[in-house]
């Protein structure tokens, strides 16, 4: 999140804290073939959303 905001990057709440790992949890576990593998499938891409979430929120955090 320091690099991103080092960067320059701005932080678009809605879009970046429930859209984008929406969209990443279903791209994952649907299309990607993530219920194929079961539990484990569904904990991989919901840690992998989780993940997607904490970034943006502090890159966000670091905002104010």
């Known amino acids: 999140a320091k690099a991103k905001r080092a960067r320059g990057l701005q932080t678009r709440?809605?879009?970046q804290l429930v859209l984008?790992?929406?969209w990443i949890f279903v791209k994952n576990?649907?299309?990607k073939g993530g219920i194929?593998?079961?539990y484990r499938g569904l904990l991989l891409c919901l840690f992998n959303s989780q993940y997607r979430f904490l970034k943006y929120w502090w890159?966000?955090?670091l905002k104010e």
């Open 13 to 15: 709440p809605v879009l």
């Open 20 to 22: 984008y790992p929406t």
């Open 29 to 31: 576990y649907i299309l």
């Open 36 to 38: 194929l593998d079961g």
């Open 59 to 61: 890159l966000w955090k």
